[in-house]
């Protein structure tokens, strides 16, 4: 059972940046963690529906991103921590949600192109929340 955590959200002035981190773990049941084919990030604020923000596949190294944060947002993994980054700079009021991160075991997500269909992932962290301020 796979297990993803987040951090490094918190509250910024707007202009400000931030890092979120993902870290996977668990165990396939043969003791190894098991790390993913596709991680997304997505964010929910409220009232408003879920949107996919950057998704990011391991063979190849891909990244996917929505329109909202095409240059302003950057996705990145680290394979050997097992964890997934989402850099987020210049960031605006709108950017205020809660950000969760998102596996797909089988990289469907990814490879298909529908990287931002929340229904392809099956394994979802907590969350954490960003607040940026005007």
């Known amino acids: 059972q796979v297990q993803l955590v987040e951090s490094g959200g918190g509250s910024v002035q707007a202009g400000g940046s931030l890092r979120l981190s993902c870290a996977a773990s668990?165990?396939?049941?043969?003791?190894?963690?098991?790390?993913?084919?596709?991680m997304g990030w997505f964010r929910q604020a409220p009232g408003k529906e879920r949107e996919g923000v950057a998704a990011?596949?391991?063979?190849?190294?891909?990244?996917y991103y929505a329109d909202s944060v095409k240059g302003q947002f950057t996705i990145s993994r680290d394979n050997a921590k097992n964890t997934v980054y989402l850099q987020m700079n210049s960031l605006k009021p709108e950017d205020t949600a809660m950000y969760y991160c998102?596996?797909?075991?089988?990289?469907?997500?990814?490879?298909?192109?529908?990287?931002?269909?929340?229904?392809?992932?099956?394994?979802w962290g907590q969350g954490t929340q960003v607040t940026v301020s005007s």
């Open positions: 998102a596996l797909d075991p089988f990289g469907y997500a990814c490879y298909s192109g529908s990287w931002s269909d929340g229904k392809l992932y099956n394994t």
């Open positions: 668990g165990s396939t049941g043969s003791g190894d963690t098991h790390f993913t084919n596709c």
């Open positions: 990011i596949s391991i063979v190849p190294t891909r990244t």
